[in-house]
């Protein structure tokens, strides 16, 4: 085993790292909202809505992530220089990167997962908890502020445990968009170097450490919003 080259690219896999955090903190927090979103609508939006939102969680969730990213950035990407003035916007710096595309399809993709999640959470709330918020002359959206939406997150926080990883697993995905996360930092040094084995165990080294902690920070937070019963 051979990892010299550590001392050389290790401004490069410091990069990538970075890269790889900011694609899942992105996508998790932007998709955790959206999510919520489209988790209400299911549940108590009107019918149309409720097909709507459905059919986009369908669709996002019954195909690959990496179609969808590819038709975004090869797809949308190559439709976007023929949108007037965009090209001199301060927007273009930002729209012409595959970061952005990555950012965004991760974004939806976990946003259709989620939400199914959370619309089950939602209709686990036990309804007498409902039903003493709204006995005490709470508005819909209190209601939902102070018990529903918090109750239904606590029920969904192990699953949204499970989908955090997950989503971390997934952002090597961008590599194939030119995004030079920590999986391209190791691709560019198995062909620089011609080595192998070395550059992956180092990335795998990262994401399990990095899921530790993922893991543990959900225990904690988990064990700060102890369950009713």
Same mark, same amino acid.
């Given at each position: 085993m051979n990892f010299s080259w550590i001392s050389s690219y290790w401004p490069l896999l410091a990069a990538g790292a970075v890269q790889t955090v900011l694609l899942l903190v992105i996508s998790v927090g #932007?998709?955790?909202?959206?999510?919520? %979103? /489209?988790?209400?609508?299911?549940? =108590?939006?009107? $019918? *149309?809505?409720? *097909?709507?939102?459905?059919?986009? %969680?369908? %669709?996002? $969730?019954?195909?690959?992530?990496?179609?969808?990213? *590819?038709?975004?950035?090869?797809?949308?990407? =190559?439709?976007?220089?023929? &949108?007037p003035g965009l090209r001199g916007s301060f927007l273009w710096p930002i &729209? $012409?990167?595959? #970061?952005?595309?990555?950012? /965004?399809? #991760?974004?939806?993709?976990?946003?259709?997962?989620?939400?199914?999640?959370? $619309?089950?959470?939602?209709?686990a709330v036990p309804k007498g908890e409902l039903e003493a918020g709204r006995s005490f002359g709470m508005s819909s959206w209190t209601l939902l502020r102070r018990i529903w939406l918090p109750r239904a997150i606590r029920i969904a926080l192990p699953t949204i445990a499970g989908e955090v990883v997950l989503q971390l697993k997934a952002t090597p995905l961008a590599f194939t968009v030119t995004v030079m996360d920590l999986y391209a930092v190791a691709y560019k040094v198995r062909q620089d170097t011609l080595l192998v084995y070395e550059p992956l165990m180092v990335?795998?080294?990262?994401? &399990? /450490?990095?899921?530790?902690?993922i893991t543990r920070a959900f225990k904690l937070l988990e064990a700060q919003v102890p369950a009713r019963r």
């Open positions: #932007f998709g955790f909202i959206l999510a919520i %979103c /489209l988790a209400l609508a299911q549940v =108590s939006g009107p $019918r *149309w809505l409720k *097909w709507l939102t459905r059919g986009y %969680c369908t %669709c996002l $969730r019954g195909t690959p992530l990496l179609i969808q990213l *590819w038709l975004l950035y090869y797809g949308v990407g =190559s439709l976007l220089p023929l &949108v &729209v $012409r990167e595959g #970061f952005f595309f990555a950012a /965004l399809s #991760f974004t939806l993709n976990y946003a259709a997962y989620e939400a199914e999640v959370l $619309r089950g959470a939602l209709l990335v795998t080294v990262f994401y &399990v /450490l990095l899921t530790l902690l």
